[in-house]
Nanobody
Framework: QVQLVESGGGLVQPGGSLRLSCAAS????????MGWYRQAPGFSRELVAL???????HYAEPVKGRFAISRDNTKNTLYLQMNSLKLEDTAVYYC?????????WGQGTQVTVSS
C-alpha cells in the first residue's frame, strides 16, 4: 500500500506564497506521472499541475505562471511552489498520479487565501 502525505498548507494573504510537499511511502515518482489536485467546496476535484516521467510539466490555465511543480525522486517527494496566490486558490490540495489518480488519496493539506 502506497501512502501519500501532503503538508505545507496554511493561511496566507492574497499575493503570498506557499510551498506544498507530498511524501510517498514508496519510490514511485520515477515510474508514474505525478500531479497536484485541489478541491474547493461546491467544486469538483481538478488537476492543477502535472509532472510527467519525461520531465515535462503541465498546468491548468488558472495557475499558469504562478505555480511550479517539481519532484525529488531520491526523497520520494513532490512539491508545489505557489506564488501570487489568489482567493480562488483556496482549496484542499492533494497529490496523486496523473490521469485522475489511482493511488489511495491522502488527507490533503488546506490552503486558505484570505485578507
Amino acid at each position: 500500500q502506497v501512502q501519500l502525505v501532503e503538508s505545507g498548507g496554511g493561511l496566507v494573504q492574497p499575493g503570498g506564497s506557499l510551498r506544498l510537499s507530498c511524501a510517498a511511502s514508496e519510490s514511485i515518482f520515477r515510474t508514474y506521472g505525478m500531479g497536484w489536485y485541489r478541491q474547493a467546496p461546491g467544486f469538483s476535484r481538478e488537476l492543477v499541475a502535472l509532472a510527467t516521467t519525461d520531465g515535462t510539466t503541465h498546468y491548468a490555465e488558472p495557475v499558469k505562471g504562478r505555480f511550479a511543480i517539481s519532484r525529488d525522486n531520491t526523497k520520494n517527494t513532490l512539491y508545489l511552489q505557489m506564488n501570487s496566490l489568489k482567493l480562488e486558490d483556496t482549496a484542499v490540495y492533494y497529490c496523486n498520479t496523473g490521469g485522475g489518480g489511482f493511488l489511495p488519496w491522502g488527507q490533503g493539506t488546506q490552503v486558505t487565501v484570505s485578507s
